[in-house]
Structure formats: structure tokens, C-alpha cells
């Protein structure tokens, strides 16, 4: 049985291949993005979809696909593997009958960024790697930190001076170096580390830079196509940082599409922030290139906030154009309102992560999307990272209770305003 089907790294720009067991960054030619690519046509023939069912849940269950060589090497706390949840609540709402929910809030450090980087630190240790390297809005760090511990690895974090303080304890608490980095704009942290991976050789675990963390995103489309009965959605709405998530997934769904396992590929669409969405401004004006762009400062959604993407976006770019979907900013008043939304799907979303909803309410009266599209938002965080924004959400109730029979019992006639009788009780159990 071969474990792994990859084969090579590839490079964006100049097309040199690359032996794959060596810890490369960029290209060492020319500094272009590197994409590990797979035997697609002997994946074909020795693999069916059927294979997998039986396999344990996790991200892991899908190792052909990665560039892992050896299950030895796995660094896993049961990352992936997460419920795709039909809406009850939302989709009445929007006239919506097929929206789903990825619901990446479980993960085990509470973000999706648990698959990217239990595969990277599982191939950093693959290579014999002793220290890495990243910068975070909060969410990677802590993956990286928790990955980096259980695998005897040396992390170091540079956390944004955005981020909020209990994202940049719970680096800490998981046994990283932390900093705290002061920017202009995200082009000078590129450029910072671009001239890193240049003059000291140094490994790091940044998205695209990296090139296997965004690899494992392609679970994404493995788990949502095989939640479908091996057919992908319509649509799948993803919130946009650097792009690597919403990038992994696409490249997921392609590869299913080359293999036959599923027959259409659904439309990407990006979501960012009003106050920043660099790749939004691109795509409206048509270019496969996005410059920098807005204010991070302004935005509840820390983790979506780049004001410039990796290398100007042109593979998230790309993604969207060739999946002939589209890419759209929100408000913060319009993720708060997805953050109550998502509450009544039994979901606790960070903003970033409800912006995925946030975007659908004017796909929907756009026209963007019909109602009986498939569509699935991804819920890539947990809102418990975030909670000042919950509190923020939803006003605190006021009611106050004395520990009494009668007082308990009048709370609840006014609180259900009607008199309460023993059958009434009953009725409404059987309605559950
Ligand atoms: C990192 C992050 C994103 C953005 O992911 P990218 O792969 O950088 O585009 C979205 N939501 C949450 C909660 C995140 O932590
Ligand atoms: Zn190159």
C-alpha cells in the first residue's frame, strides 16, 4: 500500500520541479510559491472512494493526499473529521434548502487551522526539523504552538498586535516563543520573511510559504464531498486571510473532479472584511493580482484582516475565477448579525468565521445564489477565542431569580407568558 502519492514540489513561476523530502519554503531559483503535486493517474486507478468510509474520522483518514511519506511521522489530536450540520435556522430564514455548516469550531485547538498544521508539523518532523517559524493573528499560533509541543519541536510566534490578549496567552499557554509584531502594513512582515527564508534558511510555517500547510485544507473537500454522497456543493463560502483555506479547498475539489470521484465542481467564494478585502478590491476590478488595501485596525474579524495577501493573492485570485465564483466584503454589523444567526444553530463562531454567513444575506437578494443551490459556509473558528464579541452580540439578560418554588414558577409564566399546567409541559417535551 502506498501511503503517499506525491511526488514533487512544483514552482508558480518558473515551473522547476523540486525533489519533495527537503524543507523548502519558496523556490530557490526564482522565490515563487512551491505546490506539491500528486500521481493523480495511479491514485485513479488504485483508489476508490469506498476505501475511506471505513477509516477513523479524522483528517488523517484522507493520507494518500499529502505529502507525508511515512504514518509514523503523524503528529494528530484528532483534527478534522468535523460535522457538516444542516441549518435550522438560517436557511428558513434566507429560503435557503440545502445550507450546511462546516463546523471547524471543534477543532482541537479550537480553529480550522488544526488540519494545516498537524500536517505541517507531522512533515517538519518527517525531516528531521528542529525550529519553525510564524506570524499569526492568533489562531495559526496557537495550532502551530500546541502541533510544535507534541512533536519536541521549537516554535516561535510572532503574534500581530491585533490580536486579542487570550489569543496570545493561549500561544504561550502551548509552550511557543511569543512576540508581539508592530507592522505597517502585512507587505512588510512578507517582505520581513521573504529575506528570512533568503539570508538565514530559516523553515517557516506561513502560509503559501509553507507548502504543505494549505495541503491538508484540501480535507475540506474530501469531507464535505463524501458528507454529500460524493458530490460537492454549489457553493462554498469561505472567510479570506491569506487564502490558504479557501485555496486547499478548491485544489481538494479539483483533484476529486480529475479522479471521477465527484462530477461538478462547486463556486468559491471569498469573504473579507469591509475595512481591508485587498483580494475583493482585485476581483472587482477583474485583476489576478490584489495590492494592498484598507485599514485592519477596523474590523472585528482579526483573523480575516490582511490588508495585503502573499505574493498579491494570484492563487486564491485564480480559485475564484476558475470556479466562476465570486469574492464579496461584510460589515461588522453584519457578522455581529451572523454571530446571533449562528447562535440559533446551536454554532459559537468567531467573527472571522461568521463572516462566511454574514456574506450569504446579499447572495441571496443579489440573486448570487438560487434556492435550492447547495451551499456550504465554513465555520473556521471557535467565538469562544474571541468572547468580548459575544458579549458584544447579545445583551445580557437581566432577570434575577431567588431560589424559590413560587418565584421560579412566576419567572416562567412571565418568561413563556402563559400559566403554566403540568400537560403543557409534556406536550412540548413530545414537540422535541
Ligand atoms: C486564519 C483564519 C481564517 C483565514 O484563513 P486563511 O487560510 O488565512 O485565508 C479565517 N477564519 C479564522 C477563524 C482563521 O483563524
Ligand atoms: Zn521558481
Not at 503517499?4 to 526564482?30: G, K
Not at 491569506?242 to 465542481?265: N, R, V, Y
Not at 446551536?346 to 472571522?352: D, F, L, Q, S, T
Not at 473556521?380 to 458579549?391: A, M
Amino acid at each position: 500500500m502506498t501511503w503517499s502519492y506525491a511526488t514533487h514540489y512544483s514552482c508558480d513561476n518558473c515551473t522547476e520541479r523540486f525533489e519533495l523530502m527537503q524543507p523548502l519554503n519558496t523556490c530557490p531559483s526564482c522565490g515563487g510559491l512551491l505546490e506539491i503535486q500528486y500521481d493523480l493517474d495511479r491514485m485513479k486507478v488504485e483508489l476508490q472512494p469506498k476505501l475511506f468510509d471505513s477509516r477513523e474520522p479524522s483528517m488523517w483518514r484522507w493520507h494518500e493526499f499529502y505529502p507525508l511519506q511515512d504514518g509514523t511521522n503523524v503528529v494528530s489530536m484528532g483534527e478534522g473529521g468535523t460535522p457538516l450540520l444542516p441549518s435550522v435556522y438560517v436557511g428558513k430564514k434566507l429560503g435557503l434548502s440545502k445550507l450546511y455548516f462546516k463546523n471547524d469550531a471543534l477543532m482541537p485547538t479550537g480553529s480550522f487551522k488544526d488540519r494545516g498544521f498537524s500536517l505541517a508539523v507531522s512533515f517538519a518532523k518527517e525531516l528531521g526539523l528542529s525550529r519553525g517559524l510564524t506570524y499569526s493573528s492568533g489562531n495559526a499560533g496557537a495550532s502551530f504552538a500546541a502541533y510544535a509541543s507534541r512533536a519536541g519541536l521549537d516554535a516561535t510566534v510572532l503574534v500581530e498586535y491585533l490580536a486579542n490578549p487570550i489569543k496570545k496567552a493561549i500561544i504561550g499557554l502551548y509552550g511557543a516563543h511569543t512576540a508581539t509584531l508592530h507592522f505597517e502594513s502585512m507587505t512588510d512582515i512578507s517582505a520581513m520573511l521573504e529575506q528570512a527564508v533568503r539570508d538565514l534558511g530559516l523553515y517557516q510555517f506561513v502560509n503559501f510559504i509553507n507548502p504543505t500547510r494549505h495541503e491538508a485544507m484540501k480535507s475540506y473537500a474530501y469531507e464535505i464531498s463524501q458528507a454529500l454522497g460524493w458530490k460537492a456543493p454549489d457553493l462554498m463560502i469561505h472567510p479570506v486571510g491569506t487564502g490558504g483555506g479557501i485555496w486547499g479547498a478548491w485544489k481538494g475539489f479539483c483533484e476529486l473532479k480529475q479522479l471521477e470521484w465527484i462530477d461538478s465542481l462547486p463556486k468559491m467564494v471569498a469573504v473579507q472584511p469591509s475595512a481591508t478585502g485587498p483580494i475583493v478590491q482585485a476581483f472587482k476590478q477583474g485583476a489576478r493580482h490584489a495590492e494592498k488595501h484598507g485599514d485592519p485596525t477596523q474590523t472585528i474579524a482579526q483573523s480575516i484582516a490582511a490588508d495585503a495577501p502573499i505574493q498579491g493573492g494570484r492563487r486564491v485570485l485564480n480559485a475564484i475565477y476558475d470556479s466562476g465564483g465570486f469574492a464579496d466584503v461584510v460589515t461588522n454589523e453584519e457578522i455581529i448579525e451572523a454571530v446571533q444567526w449562528l447562535g440559533n444553530e446551536g454554532i459559537c463562531a468567531e467573527p472571522a468565521s461568521a463572516a462566511s454567513l454574514a456574506v450569504l444575506k446579499r447572495a441571496v437578494s443579489n440573486g448570487f445564489v438560487q434556492p435550492d443551490d447547495c451551499v456550504v459556509c465554513v465555520i473556521t473558528g471557535s467565538g469562544l477565542k474571541q468572547p468580548s464579541v459575544i458579549q458584544q452580540a447579545i445583551a445580557e439578560s437581566q432577570l434575577k431569580l431567588n431560589a424559590s418554588f413560587e418565584d421560579l414558577n412566576k419567572l416562567l409564566t412571565e418568561l413563556w407568558k402563559e400559566t403554566i399546567r403540568l400537560e403543557m409541559i409534556w406536550c412540548s417535551n413530545q414537540a422535541l
